[in-house]
């Protein structure tokens, strides 16, 4: 059986870099959705993905 987890990736976009600027795990949907959320509202973008 395969234990999976969420990541969520921060990234701060810029006309002339972007970055990474934060990664972290949740082990389920709801929790890496309410992260990325609010980090958006921070005015970054978010990814999740599904480990």
């Not at 987890?5 to 934060?22: E, G, H, N, R, T």
């Amino acid at each position: 059986m395969m234990t999976r987890f969420y990541k969520v990736l921060v990234i701060s976009i810029d006309v002339f870099a972007s970055k990474i600027i934060d990664e972290r795990h949740f082990p389920d949907y709801i929790h890496a959705t309410s992260y990325a959320d609010a980090m958006k509202k921070q005015c970054y973008a978010a990814v999740i993905v599904q480990m």
